[in-house]
């Protein structure tokens, strides 16, 4: 098995919890493996087909962004499964993994509106994909199930890796009496709990990964996917041979995305504030509340 990431893996988020999950096939399934860092486009390109003239089994490109790439490559490597996080194309070499990210965004977006003082709340991204767009979306609408008069401030850092970048849209949000910040930027939302700490005028909500542990003094949570638990999933089954191409959706249901508290502020969050979580979650389990469709467009509750 092979891995593409855009970003560095060393931040602690999107790109770090990929490459955990590619060590646990290579311990759990004993599997030959190899990561590379692509920037471009035509890196995304030349790096597919390396592996799959190599005979790679399983090329993961984690993110959107690498569709196309994998359309163009796939049919010169039949016997190579191309995989993309986030996409939605399917050819008969080609698949995609769908994160129902949503969904414990719509519940970040239920504790921040409960835990803001000033009524104004945000959310920072890298770029403008649309799985971040559908999440800050989604972060919007649980906090103003809540709040209905909530104001909520989106802003992009315009990349994945500049921290301080990060950190100055997080303090500009900050002089806008945004107090609660969901961000989902990898290395550059380093920046973001970084301004909070210093500032100590927000929290923090993080993304991808558990970062509950970075700034445990602001953050109240983390919204995970536990990217270990996917690609165990996949690999098993491309392993067996028994993958069918298709678009893969993981959520709150196959317990790979999910809502983690920081259990060092736990005290700070009311108890009725938990208990609505709690709720909420249970109705996206059993399939009660439905915050997208098949599509991945939003629905109407």
């Given at each position: ?108 977006g239920i504790l921040a ?156 969050i009311p108890p009725s ?29």
């Amino acid at each position: 098995m092979a891995l593409l990431t855009p970003g560095p893996i060393s931040d602690r988020a999107w790109n770090g919890s990929a490459y955990d999950g590619l060590v646990a096939i290579r311990d759990s399934l004993g599997a030959q493996i190899s990561h590379v860092q692509t920037k471009t486009p035509a890196e995304f390109e030349e790096n597919f087909r390396q592996y799959g003239a190599q005979g790679y089994d399983l090329v993961i490109g984690h993110g959107f962004e690498y569709q196309d790439a994998a359309v163009r490559v796939a049919p010169d490597f039949p016997k190579t499964l191309y995989v993309t996080m986030s996409g939605n194309t399917v050819r008969p070499n080609v698949a995609g993994v769908q994160f129902a990210f949503e969904e414990a965004s719509y519940l970040a977006g239920i504790l921040a509106a409960n835990m803001t003082k000033t009524g104004v709340i945000g959310a920072i991204g890298g770029t403008e994909l649309p799985p971040v767009k559908r999440s800050f979306t989604a972060f919007a609408a649980g906090a103003r199930s809540v709040k209905p008069g909530l104001s909520v401030i989106v802003s992009y850092v315009g990349n994945w890796e500049d921290v301080s970048a990060g950190k100055e849209q997080a303090l500009a949000q900050i002089a806008r009496k945004s107090d609660v910040i969901f961000q989902n930027a990898d290395a550059a939302g380093l920046g973001v709990f970084q301004a909070a700490r210093e500032s100590r005028a927000a929290f923090v909500i993080g993304a991808n990964a558990d970062q509950n542990a970075i700034a445990p003094e602001v953050t109240l949570g983390s919204v995970v996917i536990d990217l270990r638990h996917a690609f165990l999933l996949l690999a098993e089954q491309v392993k067996a041979h028994t993958f069918v191409p298709r678009v893969v959706s993981l959520g709150v249901r196959e317990n790979v995305v999910r809502l983690v508290l920081n259990p060092s502020l736990q005290a700070t969050i009311p108890p009725s504030t938990r208990v609505v979580i709690d709720s909420v979650q249970r109705r996206l389990f059993d399939g009660s509340l439905r915050l997208v469709d098949s599509t991945g467009m939003p629905v109407t509750q």
